[in-house]
Nanobody
Framework: QVQLVESGGGLVQPGGSLRLSCAAS????????MMWYRQAPGKARELVAT????????NYADSMKGRFTISRDNAKMTVYLQTNSLKPEDTAVYYC?????????WGQGTQVIVSS
């Protein structure tokens, strides 16, 4: 059974940091590109960051560059999103997604709230 389980979200003050994790099971994780998306209340889901299957290349949305870092550990079948210098506008549910050719899997998300 395919599963993507996000964790690490929570309430953090502006300027703070969180490390999100997405643990995968039930598929060949090392063959899949991985992505983080987020969806704020009342807004469309947006792409945050991507990482190739081997981890040798990453890309970020412009507003996250320099603040967020995506990484992966294929041995642990886990992808991470380190989020730094968080702002209230980063408040959203964060989702991970696995992609291989036309196959796509989504996690159920982890809530991040940035507030003082």
């Amino acid at each position: 059974q395919v599963q993507l389980v996000e964790s690490g979200g929570g309430l953090v003050q502006p300027g703070g940091s969180l490390r999100l994790s997405c643990a995968a099971s039930g598929f060949t994780f090392s063959s899949y590109a991985m992505m983080w998306y987020r969806q704020a209340p009342g807004k469309a889901r947006e792409l945050v960051a991507t990482i190739t299957s081997t981890g040798d290349s990453t890309n970020y949305a412009d507003s996250m560059k320099g603040r967020f870092t995506i990484s992966r550990d294929n041995a642990k079948m886990t992808v991470y999103l380190q989020t730094n210098s968080l702002k209230p506008e980063d408040t959203a549910v964060y989702y991970c997604k696995a992609v291989f050719s036309t196959i796509t899997y989504w996690g159920q998300g982890t809530q991040v709230i940035v507030s003082s």
